[in-house]
């Protein structure tokens, strides 16, 4: 994210209850000949999928409010993922966000989707999907 001043900041979204998806396929090309008694293939480009995840929607939650304002602003973003081996908040590397002594997954991508579910005795939640655009990079935590 950006604030006002064009300066990137991190906005960690709240009360997330679920994540899904956050990964890339692999296309194949065919290189088959006639003369070939079985199909033959090379690696084509990576196809990144998309990512979608929960969360217990409240409106003052202003990171609640901003995933609608990134949809209806067609807003591409750094987004990150962080594992729970440590507690280190991403930083900007050529914008990508980046861990160093956690685990995470860091993409680019733009919100695709913000779908709201209302139900009897129970919260509001919203559905929120991301189509990730470019390479969804996997990162370990550097050892201490």
Same mark, same amino acid.
């Given at each position: 994210m950006h604030d006002?001043? !064009?300066?990137? #900041?991190?906005v960690e979204i709240g009360c997330p209850t679920s994540i899904s998806g956050?990964?890339?396929?692999?296309?194949?090309?065919?290189?088959?000949?006639?003369?070939?008694k079985s199909r033959q293939y090379i690696p084509g480009?990576?196809?990144? !999928?998309?990512? #979608?995840?929960?969360?217990?929607f409240d409106?003052?939650?202003t990171s609640h409010m901003l995933l609608e304002t990134m949809r209806k602003n067609r807003t591409t973003a750094a987004w990150a993922i962080g594992f729970s081996d440590g507690d280190e908040e991403p930083t900007f590397a050529e914008d990508k966000l980046t861990f160093t002594s956690r685990s995470g997954i860091?993409?680019?991508?733009?919100?695709?989707?913000?779908e709201f579910s209302f139900e009897q005795n129970s919260v509001v939640s919203a559905s929120v999907g991301i189509q990730i655009t470019g390479e969804v990079e996997v990162s370990k935590a550097s050892a201490a």
């Amino acid at each position: 994210m950006h604030d006002d001043s !064009g300066t990137p #900041s991190v906005v960690e979204i709240g009360c997330p209850t679920s994540i899904s998806g956050a990964g890339a396929t692999q296309e194949s090309i065919e290189t088959t000949c006639l003369s070939d008694k079985s199909r033959q293939y090379i690696p084509g480009l990576s196809s990144p !999928g998309e990512l #979608s995840f929960d969360v217990r929607f409240d409106t003052g939650n202003t990171s609640h409010m901003l995933l609608e304002t990134m949809r209806k602003n067609r807003t591409t973003a750094a987004w990150a993922i962080g594992f729970s081996d440590g507690d280190e908040e991403p930083t900007f590397a050529e914008d990508k966000l980046t861990f160093t002594s956690r685990s995470g997954i860091a993409f680019n991508g733009f919100i695709t989707s913000v779908e709201f579910s209302f139900e009897q005795n129970s919260v509001v939640s919203a559905s929120v999907g991301i189509q990730i655009t470019g390479e969804v990079e996997v990162s370990k935590a550097s050892a201490a």
